[in-house]
């Protein structure tokens, strides 16, 4: 089956700075790669996704980029903000029909102002 | 908007016991799934389903075992509760749409503590 790795699990960075993420997947079958966000608290929640005919995809200050060769995406947060201050997983489909998500291991991303 | 609700936040049992965790959702959502989340280990899937009565195992389904009677709830059931089943449990539902991955909506967690 398939299996996700994450790194760092832990991240600190300055307000302002950019952070990055990295995820590894094993099945290259595998075409949909989201990433959620957890507060504290909270249940994680959605905050950006790519599938496998991309190769990078944008949302204002999030970006999340796609080598299928090398089976690795990864998480791009610019101009950090405290509120950004989060639990980050990435996820991979569990199954061939893309019905559950198998997720990494998590990074604790702390922004210090 | 979304919601997905369990039925506790904090839950004490002791060893043996027969617990259940419920798990309702008011987006008529086909698929719902239950999660574990322990420190270090991340979020791991024990059960999915996709349709009433219907039920998958996920990566770590040993000493639980799951219900689905109506589409909006699912249930979690740990037979004889364990010490090692001491954790954070969390709830998720999606849409299914000619089985493309769809956005998965989460609870709020209970958190279970067996004695």
């Known amino acids: 089956g398939e299996n996700v790795e994450q790194h760092p699990s832990t991240l600190s960075v300055q307000e302002g700075d950019s952070a990055v993420i990295k995820c590894t997947y094993s099945?290259?079958?595998?075409?949909?790669f989201p990433w959620y966000k957890q507060e504290l608290g909270k249940g994680p929640q959605l905050i950006i996704d790519?599938?496998?005919?991309?190769g990078e995809k944008k949302d204002q200050r999030i970006a999340v980029t796609l080598n299928k060769t090398a089976k690795h995406f990864s998480l791009h947060i610019t101009e950090t903000q405290p509120e950004d201050s989060a639990v980050y997983f990435c996820?991979?489909?569990?199954?061939?029909?893309?019905?559950?998500?198998?997720f990494g291991k998590g990074t604790t991303l702390s922004v210090s102002s | 908007d979304v919601k997905v609700t369990q039925s506790s936040r904090y839950l004490v049992k002791r060893t043996g016991e027969k617990v259940f965790l419920e798990c309702v959702q008011d987006?008529?959502?086909?698929?719902m799934f239950w999660y574990r989340q322990d420190p270090g280990l991340g979020l791991r899937l024990i059960y999915f389903?996709?349709?009433?009565?219907?039920?998958e195992k996920g990566d770590i389904p040993e000493g639980y075992s799951v219900s689905r009677e109506k589409k909006e709830r699912f249930s979690l059931i740990l037979e004889s509760a364990s010490t090692n089943q001491t954790s954070m449990y969390l709830c998720a539902s999606s849409l299914r749409d000619r089985g493309d991955p769809y956005e998965q909506y989460f609870g709020p967690g209970t958190r279970l503590t067996v004695t």
């Open positions: 987006m008529d959502h086909e698929n």
């Open positions: 099945d290259s079958a595998s075409n949909y």
């Open positions: 996820a991979a489909p569990f199954n061939q029909a893309g019905t559950a998500l198998i």
């Open positions: 790519i599938r496998s005919n991309v």
């Open positions: 389903s996709y349709d009433v009565k219907m039920k």
